[in-house]
């Protein structure tokens, strides 16, 4: 079993910046790759930003490429995300997950992780 507690969400203005933490916990964290998802009112959680478990693969959505950067101290058991120039669209709870796996594959669908967090909301005013 894996533990996951985001933490790092708030209220920023329009253009702002917020870093996202996600500490982990009960197993090795290196078996993991690890991803951030985001959920808004009324919508479906939708797929970030994800990270294999060396580090060295990256992967994000359109939506947020070149705005966003996902990060891991795998000394630290911790992934993050460092969001800049946040939009109004970026309101959203945020979620950290976990995919067992030794390989550098990275995963976006949501239905591949096995573990979650409970989320951190993020709020973007205009």
């Known amino acids: 079993q894996v533990q996951l507690v985001e933490s790092g969400g708030g209220l920023v203005q329009a253009g702002g910046s917020l870093r996202l933490s996600c500490a982990a916990s009960?197993?090795?964290?290196?078996?993991?790759?690890m991803g951030w998802f985001r959920q808004a009112p009324g919508k479906e959680r939708e797929f970030v930003a994800a990270?294999?478990?060396?580090?060295?693969?990256?992967y994000y959505t359109n939506s947020v490429e070149g705005r966003f950067t996902i990060s891991r101290d795998n000394a630290k058991n911790t992934v993050y995300l460092q969001m800049n120039s946040l939009k109004p669209e970026d309101t959203a709870v945020y979620y950290c997950?976990?995919?067992?796996?030794?390989?550098?594959?990275?995963?976006?669908?949501?239905?591949?992780?096995?573990?979650w967090g409970q989320g951190t909301q993020v709020s973007v005013s205009s």
């Open positions: 009960g197993r090795t964290f290196t078996d993991y790759a």
């Open positions: 990270i294999s478990w060396s580090g060295g693969t990256t």
């Open positions: 997950a976990a995919k067992f796996t030794r390989t550098r594959i990275i995963y976006s669908t949501r239905d591949e992780y096995d573990y």
